[in-house]
């Protein structure tokens, strides 16, 4: 079964600095999509970033990007200049071709201005 | 594009009665709708998966004669939570896809009190 785990509960950041989050995830295929997700206060589920597994290359959407390790199955989110309305929750996704997607327990970021 | 909007956003309701929570998809057709329950500080659990035309597929744990989901159309999905205890408090969600390889989108969720 396929698992997605998030080993940080809880991260700060200073506003304007930069922030990793980490996300690793267990499978056997080869063929897979990752997903960055926040959730702001508001419980809105927003997509951040996403990453095909066949790509080599990490995504980058603006202010955010991805380090990609498919041999070492990572899959981190980088934040940065970070602003204040970055604070939320993000959730790590994987999903395999058509089927459903598994969410990590999340990481809560705050950001101090 | 890709707008799911569900209905309502949040709902009362007594010990025993049911409550139907409705997810659209306003843009486009998804013949996959999912549906999510969250608990306070946790991450989103998988309840159901829902197929156009077709039963949906309940992950294990979930009772299916206690959330009840409909996918009539191409465009609606709903979620019947019956004979509600306060122990089915909770945030549900819903999502779908645009298609086969897109990501999931979001409804604003529904939350849901039992008293």
């Known amino acids: 079964a396929q698992t997605v785990t998030q080993s940080q509960p809880e991260m700060s950041v200073q506003e304007a600095e930069t922030v990793t989050l980490s996300c690793t995830y267990d499978?056997?295929?080869?063929?897979?999509?990752l997903f960055w997700y926040k959730q702001p206060p508001s419980r809105q589920m927003i997509l951040v970033i996403r990453q095909e597994a066949y790509k080599q290359q990490n995504a980058t959407e603006n202010r955010f990007s991805v380090n990609f390790q498919k041999a070492a199955k990572s899959f981190s989110l980088k934040i940065s200049d970070s602003q204040l309305g970055d604070a939320a929750m993000y959730f790590c996704a994987y999903r395999h071709n058509f089927n459903k997607f598994y969410f990590g327990s999340g990481t809560k970021l705050n950001v101090k201005p | 594009g890709a707008v799911v909007s569900q209905h309502p956003s949040w709902v009362i309701c007594k010990s025993g009665t049911s409550v139907k929570i409705e997810c659209r998809s306003l843009d486009f057709q998804a013949t996959t709708m999912f549906w999510y329950r969250q608990f306070p500080k946790q991450s989103l659990m998988l309840m159901a998966t829902s197929n156009e035309g077709s039963k949906a597929t309940y992950e294990q744990g979930v009772e299916k004669d206690k959330f009840l989901i409909n996918h009539a159309s191409l465009t609606l999905s709903t979620l019947t939570v019956t004979s509600a205890h306060p122990e089915d408090s909770s945030f549900y969600i819903c999502s779908a896809r645009t298609g086969g390889r897109s990501p999931l989108h979001f409804g604003n969720g529904t939350r849901l009190t039992v008293t």
């Open positions: 499978t056997s295929e080869s063929d897979y999509y």
